[in-house]
């Protein structure tokens, strides 16, 4: 393998038998079912933003790859459609804890429509 015969380019979703193969020759085990799941996420989410390469040569073949993830928003998807997703699928209330001393955090929830509970959190240090 001639090094300045490899180039490196952006993974296309078409390169999804290659990078298991490789996967598989470096780790002795196939793993498929794996590499479906991240490329669902990697090309089929609307918040992908491309960040995972291949090694190819110059006839074509990927002999190598790395993948990475960039999130669009908070846990990978944008707050108004988190809170949108939860809704569709039957949630009623949300609730989450806050350092009562974190005056951006409680500003930040406070910004999208959060408030004070009727219920309150405890504690005991052992």
């Known amino acids: ?15 999804f ?12 085990v196939s793993r498929p079912e794996y590499y479906e799941l991240k490329f669902e996420k990697l090309f089929r989410s609307k918040d992908y933003v491309p960040t995972s390469l291949v090694a190819e040569e110059k006839t074509g073949e990927v ?3 790395i993948m990475g993830e960039l999130y669009m928003g908070e846990y990978g998807i944008f707050q108004d459609e988190f809170m949108d997703h ?11 804890l806050v350092d009562w001393n974190n005056s951006k ?12 509970s009727k219920t309150i959190n405890l504690e005991r240090n052992l």
Request: cysteine-free.
């Open 105 to 116: 955090l409680i500003q930040f929830f406070s910004a999208n429509h959060f408030s004070p």
């Open 1 to 15: 393998m001639n090094e300045s015969a490899i180039t490196i380019r952006l993974m296309k979703a078409d390169d």
């Open 63 to 65: 002999v190598g790859f």
């Open 86 to 96: 939860l809704k569709h699928i039957g949630v009623k209330k949300v609730n989450t």
């Open 17 to 28: 038998e290659a990078v298991v193969g490789i996967d598989a020759t470096v780790l002795g």
